[in-house]
């Protein structure tokens, strides 16, 4: 597994209503391409989710169920899984 390289930055089109007042980083890793074409498939099906909504709803969703204590995080989450676009 590759580590993570951090780039600092904001791209306005990658925001996500949620998160208007919050900073935003980019990040670049290497994915299974399992992984790749099972988002694919599930964005292709769901028109209105992106693969920048998906990726923080999943790692937003890994990080409570593993402890962390955030209303930011839990903002996110909840935004992402039941937000008005959800379905």
């Known amino acids: 597994m590759k580590n993570i390289d951090v ?3 904001t791209s306005s089109t990658q925001k996500s209503e949620i998160l208007d007042s919050e900073d935003i980083i980019s990040f670049q890793t290497e994915i299974p391409k399992s992984i790749q074409q099972a988002m694919k498939n599930y964005i ?5 989710w992106d693969q920048y ?6 790692l937003a969703g890994f990080l409570i169920q593993n402890g962390i204590s955030s209303r930011l995080i839990t903002r996110l989450y ?4 039941f937000g008005s676009s959800s379905f």
């Not at 909504?53 to 999943?58: G, H, K």
């Not at 909840?78 to 899984?81: A, K, P, S, W």
């Open 7 to 9: 780039i600092d930055g």
């Open 44 to 48: 292709d099906k769901h028109p209105n």
């Open 53 to 58: 909504r998906l990726l923080q709803a999943a």
């Open 78 to 81: 909840i935004g992402n899984m």
